[in-house]
């Protein structure tokens, strides 16, 4: 008989501006970001988690939980994850929360990971877009106190308590072993993650969180109240759950702004420097004008 | 007149290494930790784990370091987060070190997150600048003399924080390989080595190393005197075709940007920018990049800038010296000629 079990996993995904495309409207003539007129979204590598996590589930069963921390907005995030077809999720917003470095974000994961119980299986995109340090992940694994497998491509095999990850680099990959429970960070060419499923689309459209409710009301009159509303959506288990650091076991002086240790001095805004540039036409006696100059200057020889 | 060092001051550098070959952002770190020591009269110390290092610490030390750290152990051998996490924090807990930096290497990247959390410490990530300064805490109405200052770009590029640890020792920040420029061993220089105890604990060998395998680059863009980039606008075969060509006329690598990397024309190695090679060649040709802040952070120190776009208004004309708005196919092979028949 072949022993076969199944994996608690829980992921930890981030809503980020959509810092890969940035256009001119975004940064103002000043210099200066117009943060608004970037779009909220998924952060990339964080779907590669989460798909990751669903195709152990698929594979193994088990259950898929997303944490995220963030603004009650983020809340946008968390109805995604459900349309993929996870089990649970929570978001961690509180004011307290806020100008969190990765120390204090780590800190706050981490305590809430403690919260939701048993876990094998920790997983993170490798980085996040806005900031890009891949810092969160390490750090949550330090204060959990499991190993933590960085760049992780793909679970290749898994014996009882152990898992077999594929790790990969610009220059090189490795295969390493590791005892649960671990937290792996994915990398962007693990995977490609499913799209949302129609189905699931209808079923969590209504997935709010109480903060929602007001907006909700007006689309949907036929309920009297915020009260019926959040009765209607308990039955149904579509209210989406909502921690602050009331609900957590914590230290609150590690906590946000005042639990970071990483303090910004100060930011500067990149203005494009206009260089003195020279205007060549694109004809052959306009480049053999330039070559000729880039040889007078011993620029190409 | 010597003074003694103030080694509550020193700077540390972890050594990256394999076969007892330094990494390359490792020797960077230290000439980088020379000059820092220097300005707050302390010390430089190498932080090395592995396994029958041989000469490995005399080379750190001819470096820059004024002391080795050495760990060795047959489980330090191969790099593998926790046992290096167990040893380097442990002597960072003994002998506090004022700055700590560690290369922006996947190795780095995995290591100094978990160290700045073990020791509770603040650490910035990918720095392109150090320097040290002050700072003064408003809110606290107090000035902190010579901190590191962290300097870093955020938001895909588009700003540059500076970053300071006022509060926890050490102060940490992880380097990307290019952004300093590494010295030349000087065989004279004297220092110490110190052989370090190490205890590591059975449950930091839970993960086991199956295999790994490393390949070299297809290319070193840092060391290139001259780069031939290709961006979006080099949409054909035939045409990145020219852009290799071209290249080999002014005996120079290809670059890419992310754009033509994604298309699928050349491998990653090549990739110049925010993510990929920072490079500062004598002459920068950019054919069809439009200059997105991600990849100007990796090629505007270079001397001389082409660009070749047939949008007049890309932003890769704002930073170069020469600009040409035409399209790739008819360019290109107008440059080709030209220096052929100059080179006749």
């Known amino acids: 008989m072949s022993f076969s079990r199944s994996f608690r996993s829980v992921v ?126 390490p750090q949550v694994a330090e204060k959990l106190g499991i190993p933590q497998i960085t760049y992780a491509e793909a679970i290749v095999d898994t014996k009882g308590n152990e898992i077999v990850v ?91 702004l005042a639990g970071s240790p990483t303090q910004v001095y100060k930011v500067n805004y990149v203005v494009l420097e206009t260089t003195d540039s020279k205007e060549v036409q694109p004809t052959a006696e306009g480049i053999q004008a330039l070559i000729a100059e880039l040889i007078q200057e011993y620029i190409v020889g | 007149m010597t003074t003694e060092p103030n080694t509550e001051r020193n700077v540390w550098v972890f050594i990256e290494q394999e076969d007892q070959i330094i990494a390359e952002v490792s020797l960077e770190l230290l000439a980088k930790a020379r000059e820092i020591a220097q300005l707050l009269g302390s010390e430089v110390w190498g932080v090395c784990c592995g396994y029958e290092t041989g000469d490995l610490a005399q080379q750190v030390i001819q470096h820059g370091a004024n002391q080795v750290l050495l760990a060795e152990d047959p489980e330090l051998e191969m790099y593998r987060t926790l046992p290096y996490c167990r040893v380097i924090a442990t002597q960072a807990r003994q002998w506090k070190p004022y700055i700590f930096l560690i290369g922006a290497t996947p190795v780095g990247r995995d290591l100094a997150p978990r160290i700045a959390s073990s020791l509770k410490v603040g650490l910035t990530a990918d720095c392109t600048d150090l320097q040290i300064g002050d700072y003064t805490s408003k809110k606290e109405n107090l000035v902190y003399k010579d901190l590191l200052y962290q300097v870093r770009p955020a938001f895909g590029g588009n700003i540059i924080a500076t970053i300071v640890n006022p509060h926890t020792r050490p102060q940490m920040a992880t380097v990307r390989e290019g952004v300093m420029r590494r010295g030349e061993p000087d065989p004279n220089r004297t220092g110490r080595i110190e052989k370090v105890d190490v205890t590591i604990e059975p449950g930091d060998l839970v993960l086991k190393v199956l295999s790994r395998e490393t390949r070299e680059p297809t290319v070193r863009l840092k060391d290139a005197p001259v780069i031939v980039a290709a961006g979006a606008g080099v949409d054909t075969p035939e045409e990145f075709e020219l852009v290799r060509e071209l290249a080999n006329v002014l005996g120079g690598e290809v670059g890419a940007s992310r754009a033509a990397v994604d298309a699928g024309f050349i491998s990653r190695d090549h990739q110049i920018g925010q993510t990929g090679s920072t490079v500062r060649p004598r002459l920068y040709i950019a054919a069809g990049i439009s200059g997105a802040i991600q990849h100007r952070a990796g090629m505007d120190q270079s001397s001389k800038i082409i660009a070749i776009n047939t949008d007049p208004n890309a932003p890769i004309f704002q930073i170069a010296h020469y600009k040409i708005v035409g399209d790739v196919a008819e360019v290109l092979p107008l440059l080709i000629k030209s220096l052929r028949v100059k080179a006749k």
């Open chain 1, 166 to 256: 594929r790790r990969a680099f610009d220059l090189g990959m490795e295969l390493v072993s590791c005892e649960l429970p671990c937290l792996l960070t994915v990398v962007g060419s693990a995977n490609r993650p499913r799209p949302a499923s129609a189905r699931k689309r209808i079923e969590y459209k209504m997935a709010s969180t109480t903060n929602e409710y007001a907006r909700l009301l007006k689309k949907w009159p036929e309920f009297e109240n915020e009260q019926a509303l959040g009765e209607y959506l308990a039955k149904r288990k579509l209210n989406i759950e909502v921690w602050t650091a009331n609900d957590l076991q914590v230290d609150e002086s590690n906590l946000g």
């Open chain 1, 12 to 137: 930890l995904i981030k809503q980020v501006p959509d810092t890969r495309n940035i256009t001119g409207e975004v940064m103002t003539a000043e210099g200066t970001m117009n943060r608004g007129a970037l779009p909220a979204i998924f952060n990339p590598e964080d779907l590669n988690a989460l798909e990751m996590a669903l195709s152990m589930k698929d594979q193994h069963g088990g259950s898929v939980t997303v944490l995220t921390m963030g603004p009650m907005q983020a809340a946008e995030v968390l109805r995604d994850a459900l349309y993929r077809g996870v089990d649970r999720v929570v978001l961690l917003s509180d004011r307290k929360f806020a100008g969190a470095d990765t120390q204090a974000t780590s800190y706050t994961l981490k305590c809430a990971i403690d919260k939701l119980g048993r876990y094998d299986l920790v997983f993170c995109g490798r980085q996040a877009i806005d900031g890009d340090t891949a810092q969160v992940g």
